[in-house]
């Protein structure tokens, strides 16, 4: 294997690796067995997932392949699409407004005080809430939307306590929300007026630092709910903050992306 430039990126706390792969550098690669093996926390770069920036399609200024950490495909990625849409800025393949394309439709984004950067996510779908399901023996209220990918959502009065490890899974692969399974997420407004998220998700088959379609889908639910009002700001288990923005049907997601290294993936980062 050639060596392959890569970046890789924080968005609030969701790590990425990202490559240009506009010149086909990557063709004839396993890219599932690649993607397992380069998100590989310890033994490799490590990250919740990984981009490949594809030439432009349907007059935008690009497309891209995301694989989740487990080598799964995901339709989209609200924390993943503001890093790919930094990276684009300042690796010349857009100017500060760009489009580009998800297998869940045309992203916009524009790169604000760097290192933020704001996305117009896909129009949300599915929209379902206070509904009841059976779960590990208990009765829980639950919400549901699609932001790009399908989120579950929990309001709890002790988002840090929650149990993420017993009720992510149980949600995650639900009867109801078979085949592909959903993303899970539990919220509330903390102290400081700040919707406070953790995620299961479903791909890394774990909580992350981060989720940027959670974000948007708890948010959407705080202020249907009469919780909060836009723009609602979300706390990660990051620590870092995420700004939601629903405005006349349109739904905005900001935050940083922060680049941690550049550097070059050798042969010996896939062979262990």
Not at 124 to 150: A, F, M, R, W
Request: hydrophobic share 35%; net charge negative.
């Amino acid at each position: 294997m050639r060596k392959i430039p890569f970046y890789k990126m924080s968005g609030s706390g969701n790590d990425f690796i990202i490559i240009d792969n506009r010149d086909g550098r990557m063709d004839g690669i396993n890219l599932v067995d690649f993607v397992v093996k380069t998100c590989a926390r310890c033994v490799s770069v490590g990250a919740d997932g990984l981009f490949l920036i594809e030439a432009p399609k349907q007059g935008t200024d690009f497309s891209w392949q995301f694989y989740n950490s487990d080598g799964s495909v995901a339709e989209m990625c609200g924390n993943g699409s503001r890093c790919a849409a930094r990276f684009a800025y300042l690796n010349g393949i857009a100017g500060k407004k760009m489009s580009f394309e998800t297998l869940a439709g045309i992203i916009e984004a524009e790169i604000k005080d760097e290192p933020d950067v704001k996305v117009r996510m896909t129009e949300p779908k599915d929209y379902k809430e206070s509904y009841t399901l059976d779960v590990e023996g208990e009765k829980i209220e639950v919400n549901s939307v699609n932001t790009g990918v399908p989120h579950c959502v929990i309001f709890s009065d002790d988002v840090e306590n929650a149990d993420l490890k017993k009720f992510g899974p149980a949600l995650r692969y639900h009867e109801y929300y078979k085949p592909r399974g959903t993303n899970v997420n539990f919220c509330g407004v903390d102290e400081n007026g700040y919707l406070r998220v953790r995620t299961y998700e479903r791909g890394v088959e774990g909580e992350t630092m981060a989720c940027g379609t959670g974000s948007v889908a708890c948010a959407m639910f705080a202020v249907s709910k009469g919780l909060l009002k836009s723009p609602v700001t979300v706390k990660t288990t990051s620590g870092k903050l995420l700004k939601v923005y629903l405005e006349d049907g349109k739904v905005y997601l900001e935050g940083e992306a922060r680049i941690i290294y550049t550097g070059e993936l050798n042969e010996e980062a896939v062979n262990y």
